[in-house]
């Protein structure tokens, strides 16, 4: 304090100002980060009698409950870099005559790799805005294709097989983490969701049902919302 007294009265202030601003630093701590939220809840389907959906009984789980297994839930948001992030791959099989499974949700840079449980010549092919393949595969073949390209929800990848028809997949290309593919239980959970107001869309590709709804998402705070799809939302 004695060597203080000896300074400039310009330089004591200055002094005295640097010693209150860490005093309010250590006692205050950092500033405070807003923190995210997350949405959660079930996505169910509501049967009509009167407009029967031949494919509930692949789909629907529970009869009673109707909940509905392999929809598209995301929140339509601005791309978000990740660049330390490690690109993953994932495997769709053709087996029995059909891709398995039918659909996959997967973030822009990601790969999936088909391959070929059948003993038959199969192909993955699909002319789509977001990635242009066409591949024969003999039995116990494989083939992977790099996605580069997002198209969220509204514009997926389809795709099939020049040899069967009948058989589709179904690829949804995302450039943001917040997005996924509801179980048997219907559930889902994005979780990390900056506050904000957004629109959740979800969408089921074989039943061609698709709908949204404007949420809010509170900052550390849950927000749950339970979205049961009827003949009505047919796209």
């Known amino acids: 304090m004695i060597e203080n007294l000896k300074l400039p009265i310009r330089l004591r202030r200055r002094s005295t100002l640097v010693c209150v601003l ?7 701590g950092p500033p405070a980060v807003a923190q995210n939220g997350t949405v959660e809840g079930v996505i169910a389907y509501q049967a009509d009698p009167a407009r029967p959906w031949r494919y509930a009984r692949y789909y629907v789980k529970q009869a009673k409950a109707g909940e509905l297994a392999e929809a598209v839930v995301a929140i339509r948001a601005k791309p978000v870099a990740e660049n330390d992030r490690q690109p993953q791959t994932i ?3 053709q087996h029995n005559f059909q891709f398995t499974p039918e659909t996959v949700v997967i973030r822009r840079g990601d790969s999936v790799k088909f ?9 993955v092919q699909s002319s789509s805005e977001i990635a242009t393949f066409n591949s024969n ?6 083939q992977i294709i790099r996605f580069d390209r997002a198209g969220g929800i509204r514009q997926p990848v389809t ?9 589709r997949a179904y690829i949804f290309v995302f450039d943001h983490p917040w997005y996924q593919l509801t179980a048997a239980d219907g559930r889902f959970r994005l979780a990390e969701v900056p506050p904000g107001e ?23 705070e849950v927000t749950q919302i339970d979205i049961r799809l009827t003949a009505d939302d047919k796209r």
């Open 22 to 28: 860490l005093l309010f630093v250590a006692v205050s």
């Open 159 to 167: 795709v099939g097989c020049v040899f069967h028809s009948a058989m």
């Open 198 to 220: 957004y629109e959740l869309e979800i969408t089921h590709p074989a039943g061609e049902l698709r709908t949204r709804k404007r949420i809010t998402i509170k900052p550390g």
């Open 91 to 93: 495997v769709i099989d």
């Open 115 to 123: 391959t070929n449980a059948d003993q038959a010549t199969h192909n």
């Open 137 to 142: 595969m003999p039995g116990g073949g494989e």
